[in-house]
């Protein structure tokens, strides 16, 4: 297996975490936690590339502290330069809500300075996001259908095109730089349902599962595999991503302690409170067996208690008891890829300092030969990046 | 060669574009060639292989804006000809056709299999053409690699000398021309616009008709300029 340590840049301090709603106002910001904050997150991002992790990732989100990423790829381009050796995994890009060719010149761009190591993943965003740029939440599935397919035709076609869909016009798309990947970086499409996976496997794009408890995760990588099948492709295990939190102790008992304010005053519920809780749910049927979506719809599907389980540490414990949860999920998931957080905002620095650590040096050792894809990296890792 | 206006109606669409279009005839050297026209302003001849004369929605809708000819291609309704001889003195025919009916310029839409009948009267009578649209073309393949035989090598040697503002437009998801092919029409003619219509298969006609006609309508009356955005996009003014 291979870990993507997630490098949130979350806010050093805790007072705009207490606001209850979002969005939180810009007034609790404050410039020297902001630069500590910003420092930090790449201090973590260059250990997390010294320890091991095989990629750095980051994500696009707005108008909170939690994940101070509001375009993803201007950060990526600063770890490109910190991160050496890992990849750099924009995961990903709201390609429902922001222009699609801006965007693969963006990715394109980050291809160049990472020197071939950027992956990418089209997110379509969570609910509360569609407010950021006045997105009609009933057209973002489609409209990151589209983004995605046009990116992808931006990153590989030779000749200057034009592009008349439904959502998006160009009359003259002709990225440069391209991509120093061949024919384009590793692509993921989110799949945090049904519809989504069958897209991804028609597209020939690796899916990404965030969040969700590990029988919905087996539920929709299995219908994935099915549907890729069907396309007349197999998924390698790199294809399967998954996203959570995590926290690693010394042992079982200090894990627990981190687990009871591990999310205490955080952000994460946040997001659907406040105007965040404006969204209307869209009018077109989605699957029951398979929890939230980005749109908010289903949310009881999880029976979690923050939703769709983005409010739920997943994985938490000693290096032993995390490598065994690690080997447990690939077991009924087949995920090749986890991309963990070690944000909780409940933690102190040192905590989750350590737990960086505990993960890197007692945990990545022996998570690489779970699913034997780690050989397949060395191969494929460019040499420029070394 | 003298045309003969039958006016018959040929087709008419249920919805508020429905245009009629008048059936008539011209003798080109003995051979009596069926044509529909309707609509005023700028002449767009179009030339199409398959479905029912002046039934689609994107012929109806150009010829609220245009006048619109529609050849009936002798022995149409066959797939694209690789007899480059045959195909070329299709050409020839329906460049007299259009003489006899009086149209000096025009501009040229061919759809289908019948864009190489397009392509070859660009190249032999270039200086009766405004512009030329070409819709899910056949003409060439999508390999870069050997050429399928199908295809008419010679039409091939000579898009270079095309020298006219070229327009092509492909679907996606055509599984018949893959919209890959639309690079080397941009490759090979000049001056050529490739663009895609996303979500879209080979019936782009039937399918799409709507985003059809309006980067076509664009596309004759600004060729080159439509590249450039003109709407407003002013919210409060």
């Known amino acids: 297996m291979k870990a993507s340590f997630f490098c949130t840049n979350s806010y050093l301090s805790a007072e705009p975490f207490r606001y209850p709603g979002w969005p939180t106002p810009p007034g609790l910001y404050r410039s020297e936690v902001g630069l500590k904050s910003v420092d930090v997150a790449l201090e973590q991002a260059r250990l997390a590339d010294q320890l091991g992790f095989d990629w750095v990732s980051c994500s696009e989100h707005h108008y909170t502290p939690l994940l101070q990423t509001p375009n993803a790829t201007v950060f990526a381009g600063a770890l490109s ?34 020197h071939g190591r950027l992956v990418v993943l089209f997110l379509r965003g969570t609910p509360n996001e569609f407010l950021a740029y006045g997105t009609n939440p009933d057209e973002t599935r489609a409209r990151t259908q589209e983004a995605s397919i046009l990116i992808q035709r931006a990153l590989t076609e030779p000749e200057p095109f034009g592009w008349e869909g439904r959502f998006y016009r160009f009359r003259t798309v002709s990225v440069w730089p391209g991509p120093i990947q061949r024919p384009h970086p590793p692509m993921f499409y989110s799949g945090n349902s049904f519809e989504s996976a069958s897209f991804a496997a028609a597209h020939r794009l690796g899916l990404g599962v965030s969040f969700y408890p590990v029988n919905l995760v087996s539920q929709i990588m299995g219908y994935y595999k099915e549907e890729c099948a069907k396309h007349g492709w197999e998924p390698s295990p790199d294809q399967l991503l998954y996203r959570a939190f995590i926290a690693v102790a010394e042992d079982d008992k200090e894990a627990e302690m981190l687990r009871s304010k591990y999310f205490a005053g955080d952000g994460v519920p946040n997001f659907f409170k406040g105007r965040g809780a404006a969204v209307p749910p869209p009018s077109a049927p989605v699957p029951s067996s398979v929890g939230t979506e980005a749109d908010g719809r289903n949310t009881g599907a999880d029976k979690g208690p923050r939703g769709f389980g983005l409010g739920e540490l997943r994985f938490c414990g000693s290096p032993d008891t995390v490598v065994k949860q690690f080997a447990e999920f690939h077991e009924r998931t087949g995920t090749g890829v986890i991309d963990i957080s070690f944000g909780g905002a409940g933690l102190t620095m040192e905590e989750t300092m350590k737990s960086i650590r505990l993960f890197g040096t007692e945990v990545i050792p022996r998570i690489l030969d779970i699913g034997a894809t780690r050989s397949a990296m060395k191969e494929t890792r460019p040499t420029a990046a070394s | 060669m003298d045309s003969v206006d039958q006016m018959s109606s040929a087709s008419q669409d249920s919805d508020e574009t429905a245009a009629t279009f008048s059936e008539r005839f011209v003798q080109v050297d003995g051979t009596q060639i069926r044509y529909l026209e309707a609509g005023r302003g700028n002449p767009v001849i179009v030339l199409d292989t398959g479905g029912a004369l002046g039934q689609s929605r994107l012929c109806n809708l150009l010829a609220q804006q245009f006048r619109v000819i529609i050849f009936d291609i002798p022995g149409r309704k066959g797939s694209s000809s690789a007899d480059s001889t045959a195909t070329r003195d299709l050409s020839h025919m329906l460049a007299r056709g259009a003489g006899g009916i009086g149209l000096e310029r025009y501009a040229l839409v061919g759809i289908a299999a019948a864009t190489p009948i397009a392509l070859w009267h660009s190249i032999d009578a270039p200086a009766r053409i405004d512009s030329m649209v070409l819709v899910s073309p056949a003409a060439l393949s999508a390999s870069e690699g050997p050429i399928v035989t199908d295809f008419d090598h010679r039409l091939e040697s000579r898009l270079a000398d095309i020298k006219l503002t070229t327009l092509v437009l492909l679907g996606t998801k055509d599984q018949i021309v893959p919209p890959e092919t639309g690079r080397r029409y941009a490759q090979a003619i000049p001056k050529c616009y490739y663009v895609l219509v996303y979500d879209a298969g080979h019936g782009l006609e039937a399918e799409r008709p709507d985003v059809l006609f309006a980067t076509i309508s664009d596309f004759l009356e600004r060729r080159e300029g439509f590249v450039v955005n003109r709407k407003s996009t002013v919210l409060n003014p």
């Open chain 1, 81 to 114: 330069q910190v991160v050496r050796r890992a990849k750099i995994a924009v995961l990903g890009p709201l390609v429902s809500m922001n222009n699609p060719v801006r965007i693969a010149e963006e990715l394109a761009m980050l291809d160049q300075l990472s």
